[in-house]
């Protein structure tokens, strides 16, 4: 690659040098992880109930984890599907419209079918969000409340081979940040399971959080003042952008413009088998599709106070880079 090349954000990206660790299964991933310094942690818990019981131990290692930003992963935690309900391992219930299923406040969008398809795709994503809901309970109490404000989704379509702008690439590694609806720092927490019988799901992970903020944020222009409210007023945004929404987007957009980045910063392979489960924060980990299809997937909006350790947010990570409060309306 020519160095004239290094923040186009065009182009494929090539095979990554990729230091696997294979499945996530198995005593490897049950020792406490290496690089704790730079990479991704990944954290294995021996659970296989969605209602585990109360277990200091397992309820410390699961915060410290995903707090830590790192990826808790539930190897023997199975979504199971009803003999009715494999029907649905198809990209055919798809509209062909939205990339995923989703369930919000009870209605199915994105899918087709008659009623009795739709009522039965709800059901299944339905439950599967009550045992996400049930799950993050019983290993993180502090976030209980928030459970019931999440959105569901369903993905029966291939991780990748999409034609996508590079933007919207999730091929390439980056912490998840929505243009259109700015958080003001509150977090992403993201259940998801493997419910293809057969195939992996594979990502890679990246650096941790902090030295990926530290390459890209003096690449980051200012936000021109008057944008946030301009933005709001035309309905682009809901809501006014923060700075820390713009330094979030900008992280996002950096990472996955910058090929040379994709290829070169600390990485792994991880495979999450057919059954298994795991957690991140999506706003703190850098994530990238490999593979895979048919995924259920929940999300859980958690203001910052509701950390165990507020100290460990991309908020205060930034806040601490920048030395100054991102949370300040322009
Ligand atoms: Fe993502």
Known sequence: MRAGDRRSPHGKLGAAPLASRGPAAGPASQRSVAHTAIMTAIVSLDLDSWRPPPDAAAQQRAVQALEG?????????AFALSPEEHRFLSPAWS???AKNISLEAGVV??????????????????????????????????????????????RPQPAIGRTLSWRKDDSRLH???????PNHGARIL???????????????????????????????????????????????????????????????????????????????????????????????VMHAAVSGQHMLEQTIHLPVTALYDP???????LQRLCGRPLLASH
């Open 69 to 77: 930003g790192g990826v808790l992963v539930l190897p023997r935690l």
């Open 95 to 97: 509209d062909a419209r």
């Open 109 to 154: 969008k994105g899918a087709r079918g008659d009623a009795a398809d739709l009522g039965g795709l709800a059901g299944m994503i339905e439950r599967f969000a009550a045992a996400a809901g049930d799950l993050v309970t019983a290993l993180l109490p502090r976030y209980a409340p928030y459970v019931k404000r999440a959105r569901s989704s369903f």
């Open 175 to 181: 912490v998840d940040a929505f243009p259109s609806r």
């Open 190 to 284: 993201r259940v998801f399971s493997n419910i293809n019988p057969q195939s992996d799901r594979v990502w890679r992970v990246g650096e941790d959080f902090a030295p990926m903020a530290q390459t890209f944020l003096p690449r980051i222009r200012p936000q021109l003042p008057g944008s946030p409210a301009l933005l709001a007023l035309l309905r682009v945004t809901k809501g006014t952008r923060s700075e820390y929404d713009h330094l979030m987007l900008g992280l996002h957009d950096g990472a996955k413009a910058d090929l040379e980045y994709q290829r070169s910063c600390p990485q792994q392979t991880v495979r999450f088998p057919p059954g298994s489960t795991w957690l991140c924060f999506s706003d703190q």
């Open 311 to 317: 100290a460990s947010s991309p908020l205060a990570i």
